[in-house]
């Protein structure tokens, strides 16, 4: 009996071992899954924000583009207006640098002191420093603000190797180009600060090339930033007693080697500066780096994780479990030798009638139990027959609120091609009334010279037949034009309500359905490209064709180009190799250059009623028709290919000629195509 309970015990505390280890093990996974996100969080934020601010940096840029001589006054103002030091407060100053060729430096300088348009009486301290003899002097001639920024005024950048190299560079790729780790000359903190700038071209200069961007430089737009002030922005404070946080600057992107962290090229550290305060003890595994692109350069962001609240070492929780392990297993062998001992004075008579009363109760409560179970069966098959005439009942109700809101998406279909064409119509038209009216002028006039004079010289009617003559040509031109649009509208219309097979050409489907959105395209500013052969001759439904076409073009209209100015789409098609014992099939592709889509909206394109533009316009079923059309219709396969920012590209490939479809499923591919 002792062996039984000395076995217990023993098991019991090896068991105890083991789910110490493993809540251990899965504690440290807990307390490095949440220290990644953490520094993920932190290193996309940063990553946000520079960006925001490059962004606002390509705005100057862009006003400089519009106007190379953007005055002092403008420059202050623009500044001003952007709101910097309420909306982002991480910079020191924003600047710009005019290059300056060394011949004109004291002509320069003398229109800088003497420029009073922003401040009375001008700058007559101005000066340029350091003073260096060199070709080309690359000098700050606008600071905003000035107010603490006095010693950056006329700077001398190309005396700096530092500041030269990063201005020559952002001159030649035409990008935005960050510094090293530099001491700003008017930050008296000594805190690490980089400064990120943006040349400036000659408006209309050609900058295709080196030699021409070097040419038509103007000058460079500027941020500085004190990286201490950058990251007060981006982490948050109360993270920073769990977290440390070091950024080092490893060099350009296009070094071979990166730097190695070292103090001169440390930019951040949230502890301090270094060995003023001591620092925390890191926990095993919480550290990791990740790398940021920043202008050109490459940071390292490195993140260390302490012990605390946020990231517990869960030594706690492991002597808890292994003190209450330890008690439960003696417990354990305490109550299995009482027990064993119980067993062994109990009588065997005793033993065989508690057994045979324990058999006979089993058998009762087995019963039992069937009984019990053949009624909940009864009762949930009830339950299922009255759930499942519920769901027959929504199901309908359903499919009748999905046909009206189809029959809905096709009116507006409709209307949209019918003011297309109407827009398009009004060109034509408009030119033959108002030749009409030339026209009739011209007649009027020269039957009022044929009146007063009593006849007319030849060169005048000459005159006159030519230019009847050219009126005709014109007239029957734009009436052409009108019949050409309304027999393509005529042909869409008919193929998009009927929905009857017969042989077409794919290119001139494809076509004529695009005409009926050009006014819609160009209001979108869309350039449209059409690449398709003319040998492809299809006996299939044009209708359907037209209307996928027409439901992926509003598609890219409402979803592609929103928050754009303007866009490009591409169809292109051509033939498939041909596969043994199948039909020749088609490759139809639709892309355009627009945003794009995030994974998850890919993977629900195709579902119905999913829409990112519910209430403005969007129903979710644009695509869950071309889908349906594409596969049961036409018989065909779609794919979509999209990443953010990106563009979309949908494939479709379909039979050349369609498969017959039988009676049966005929009125099912009806309702398809009427979707």
């Known amino acids: 009996m002792r062996i039984h309970g000395y076995l217990a015990f023993i098991l019991g505390l090896c068991v105890t071992v083991w789910v110490c280890l493993f809540v251990a093990d899965a504690q440290q996974q807990l307390v490095r899954a949440n220290f990644q996100r953490d520094a993920d969080k932190i290193a996309r934020d940063t990553s946000v924000r520079l960006q925001t601010y490059f962004d606002m940096l390509l705005s100057i840029k862009g006003l400089h583009a519009v106007d190379s001589q953007v005055s002092r006054v403008q420059f202050s103002r623009y500044v001003h207006e952007l709101r910097l030091t309420e909306r982002y407060p991480g910079f020191q100053a924003i600047q710009f640098v005019r290059q300056v060729p060394a011949g004109d430096l004291a002509r320069y300088a003398a229109a800088v002191k003497n420029d009073a348009t922003l401040v009375p009486g001008g700058y007559p301290n101005f000066n340029i420093h350091p003073a260096a003899a060199r070709d080309v002097h690359y000098i700050i001639e606008y600071n905003e603000p000035m107010a603490g920024n006095e010693n950056a005024f006329g700077l001398d950048l190309g005396a700096l190797p530092p500041h030269r190299r990063a ?203 069937l009984e019990r179970s053949l009624d909940e069966v009864a009762a949930q098959k009830a339950s299922a027959e009255l759930a499942h005439r519920d769901l027959t009942l929504v199901l309908a109700t359903l499919k009748q609120a999905q046909a009206n809101l189809i029959t809905s998406e096709k009116m507006a279909s409709l209307g949209a091609l019918v003011a297309g064409i109407a827009h398009e119509l009004n060109t034509p038209i408009g030119n033959s009334l108002l030749t009409a009216s030339a026209l009739d002028d011209m007649v009027v006039a020269f039957e009022r010279k044929l009146a007063e004079g009593g006849g007319i010289k030849r060169s005048a009617l000459d005159e006159h037949l030519h230019d009847t003559h050219h009126a005709c040509k014109i007239l029957a031109g734009s009436l052409n034009r009108a019949a050409e649009l309304i027999t393509s509208f005529k042909q869409v219309a008919v193929d998009q309500t009927s929905g009857h097979r017969r042989r077409f050409n794919l290119g001139g489907v494809v076509r004529d359905t695009v005409a009926t959105y050009a006014a819609q395209l160009r209001r979108a500013n869309c350039e449209t490209t059409i690449d398709i052969p003319d040998a492809l001759e299809f006996d299939s439904y044009p209708g359907s064709v037209s209307q996928v076409l027409s439901n992926l073009i509003s598609n890219a209209l409402l979803h592609a180009f929103d928050g754009r100015h303007g866009g490009k789409l591409h169809i292109r098609a051509h033939e498939l190799e041909p596969v043994p014992g199948q039909e020749r099939s088609v490759l139809l592709e639709f892309s355009d250059d627009g945003v794009g889509m995030a994974p998850r909206t890919l993977h629900q394109i195709f579902d119905p009623f999913f829409t990112t533009k519910m209430g403005q316009g969007g129903s979710g079923l644009g695509m869950n028709i071309v889908y349906n059309i594409v596969t049961g219709v036409l018989r065909g396969s779609i794919s979509i290919q999209s990443e953010p920012e990106q563009g979309t590209t949908i494939s479709i490939v379909m039979p050349m000629v369609a498969p017959l479809r039988t009676a049966e499923n005929e009125e099912a591919a009806e309702d398809q195509l009427h979707q």
């Open 167 to 369: 201005l020559e560079m952002g001159r030649d790729i035409n990008r935005i180009v960050a510094t090293e780790r530099i001491t700003l000359v008017q930050d008296t903190s000594g805190q690490p600060g980089f400064v990120a700038r943006a040349p400036v071209y000659r408006p209309g200069a050609p900058i295709e090339t080196v030699e021409q961007r070097r040419a038509a430089l103007v000058g460079f737009v500027a941020i500085v930033f004190r990286v201490h002030n950058l990251m007060r922005e981006v982490v948050d404070t109360p993270l920073l007693a769990h977290m440390t946080i070091r950024i080092n600057d490893a060099g350009y992107q296009q070094d071979r080697t990166p730097a190695a962290p070292t103090l001169d090229n440390l930019m951040f550290d949230s502890a301090g500066k270094v060995g003023s305060t001591p620092r925390p003890a890191i926990l095993p595994g919480l550290a990791t780096d990740i790398g940021l692109d920043v202008g050109e350069r490459r940071w390292v962001m490195h993140f260390e994780g302490h012990a605390g609240t946020r990231y517990p070492d869960g030594t706690v929780y492991v002597a808890w479990i292994g003190a209450a392990g330890t008690l439960i297993s003696a417990l354990i062998a305490m109550l299995l030798v009482t027990a064993l001992k119980r067993r062994a004075l109990a009588e065997q008579l005793q033993r065989d009638i508690k057994v045979r009363e324990q058999a006979e109760a089993a058998l009762v409560e087995t019963q039992r139990g």
